[in-house]
């Protein structure tokens, strides 16, 4: 395609006689095809445990999330607990609450750019104070 218009601006710039006006024209025909793509950005910080927290039972956990598509209606959000904290995981801020297995779990609905996920994390017998992981795994893809 360069060299196609490359010539065209080349015939341009050449002297035209008087008496004979040419005229070079061209048809291009683009195209392009742009891939969905999803991108799902969160705090990372720790969720600190305390004692009271273990002696209560849970812990509650808030995550704000940024998510960039293209494909907004095809978004599927996974959930995957992490081993080892936690013996179920509550979620609220979906269209309805979400409760994660230990084989996680998909949520489609119509995400906005920005939404907010509180997580009540019911903490095992044996958990012990201390800063941890966020206890699943959160990952978005498009379908």
């Given at each position: ?32 095809r742009v891939l969905p793509h999803v991108r799902l ?77 509180t997580y009540r994390l019911w903490l095992q017998s044996e958990a012990a104070p ?14």
């Open positions: 395609m360069r060299s196609l218009w490359l010539a065209l601006a080349l015939v341009a710039a050449l002297p035209l006689d008087a008496a004979r006006a040419d005229t070079a024209s061209a048809s291009l025909q683009v195209s392009a950005q969160s705090d990372d910080s720790p969720v600190a445990i305390t004692a009271a927290d273990v002696e209560r039972g849970y812990r509650d956990v808030s995550r704000q999330y940024q998510l960039k598509t293209n494909a907004p209606d095809r978004v599927v959000l996974q959930l995957d607990p992490r081993v080892g904290l936690t013996e179920a995981i509550e979620i609220q801020g979906f269209q309805a609450p979400v409760r994660v297995s230990e084989l996680g779990t998909e949520v489609t609905q119509l995400f906005g750019r920005t939404f907010t996920l201390g800063e941890y992981e966020l206890p699943v795994r959160v990952t978005a893809i498009v379908r």
